[in-house]
């Protein structure tokens, strides 16, 4: 009992500290005249991160290294496979060029980046010091290229955000102490629940830990969605899969007491379905620059299958083999075929339209 209520404690406390620090942080971004994309690529990115940063920090310091991986790669994918295609259920997306011509191409690098530094079996602190300098130059590209575009004008809008920024500064300070706080129970309660059953730590942190601290993505999009802001939504877990991988995995590896160690497991598996989701994004998001519903099913549908392929592989089923050659041998393909066709016919077109 005390463990279960560790584990909703800490998920409700991180969804609530998000969502003060993600109300706060928008509003006085919005006072400065940033648009919605950069304000989910940015601002909204880096809050519903927080999560995962204060988790896997607490992790590493508590000597869970493998709670601080698996959270970090398991929210990417369930940022993707999940959120967004759990988003794209609720209503179709819109997809900004930018997002297409940069960011995600810029995702695909980071996941490759990351994939490269594991492959000797661990990330190192000057590994993530590195990270930390590539996240920094992120945002100060966005930034640049937010000025280049033209500000709206000074309205009554900043007015009215003016005379109350304490409250929104004050809903950040809470957020981020709320963060904090959720992040400590919920790795205290994953712990506990991976002794008691006797799971890996790294399934934990692939699987409960990375949906938990993912919860305020998933409000987020789906709430500016409803809201017909759907470029924040898009914006936000783009911006969120590189957050973690640049800002939350090279925190994590800078301040851990050692470094972290990469399991064979996650090498084989964990990473390159990470680097592939990240990859799937760019046919989806370039065929008409949007993101379909079925499109958004067959995403969920693979988170599905990926979860239920961790399950198996922790409790050692007798079945994984034949269920690992159905899905890379067939499914996977399959789908991958159907991407690149989608993304060929969407080329054509393009190239007609301009001519």
């Not at 969502?19 to 919005?30: E, F």
């Not at 937010?146 to 300070?173: F, G, H, I, N, S």
């Not at 969605?225 to 590896?253: E, K, P």
């Not at 390159?272 to 370039?286: H, K, Q, S």
Request: glycine letters at 10%; proline letters at 4%; hydrophobic letters at 55%.
């Amino acid at each position: 009992m005390i463990t279960a209520g560790l584990l909703l404690a800490g998920f409700v406390l991180l969804v609530g500290g998000a969502d003060l620090l993600v109300r706060g942080a928008a509003r006085l971004a919005a006072a400065s005249g940033l648009s919605p994309l950069v304000i989910g690529l940015t601002v909204v990115a880096v809050g519903t991160s927080a999560p995962e940063l204060a988790t896997s920090i607490g992790a590493a310091l508590s000597g869970a290294p493998d709670i601080a991986l698996g959270n970090v790669i398991g929210s990417n994918i369930a940022n993707v496979l999940l959120i967004l295609g759990m988003t794209a259920l609720v209503a179709p997306l819109t997809v900004s060029q930018q997002l297409v011509r940069l960011d995600v191409p810029l995702m695909l690098g980071a996941s490759l980046l990351v994939f490269g530094l594991a492959l000797d079996g661990e990330i190192s602190r000057g590994e993530g010091l590195g990270l930390l300098a590539l996240a920094l130059a992120y945002i100060g590209l966005l930034l640049w290229l937010a000025k280049r575009q033209p500000r709206p004008e000074a309205d009554t809008q900043e007015d009215a955000v003016a005379p109350v920024w304490w409250r929104d500064a004050l809903y950040v300070v809470a957020g981020l102490a709320l963060l904090v706080l959720g992040a400590r129970w919920l790795v205290d309660g994953a712990v506990r629940v991976a002794e008691v059953l006797g799971v890996s730590e790294m399934v934990i942190g692939l699987t409960v830990v990375a949906v938990g601290t993912s919860l305020p993505e998933l409000a987020t999009s789906i709430l500016a969605t409803v809201r017909g802001q759907r470029d924040m939504a898009v914006g936000n877990i783009v911006g969120s899969c590189i957050f973690n991988l640049l800002l939350v995995l090279g925190a994590t590896a800078a301040l851990s007491p050692t470094d972290i160690s990469v399991g064979p497991a996650v090498l084989r598996f964990d990473l390159p379905v990470m680097t592939a989701v990240a990859l799937a994004c760019l046919p989806i998001f370039f065929t008409g620059f949007r993101v379909r519903r079925w499109e958004g099913a067959l995403f969920v549908a693979y988170y599905v299958a990926y979860t239920a392929y961790l399950l198996l592989r922790s409790a050692h089923y007798h079945a994984l083999p034949a269920y690992s050659m159905v899905m890379m041998g067939f499914v996977v393909p399959l789908t991958a075929i159907t991407l690149a066709l989608l993304a060929a016919r969407a080329w054509r077109y393009q190239r007609r339209r301009r001519a």
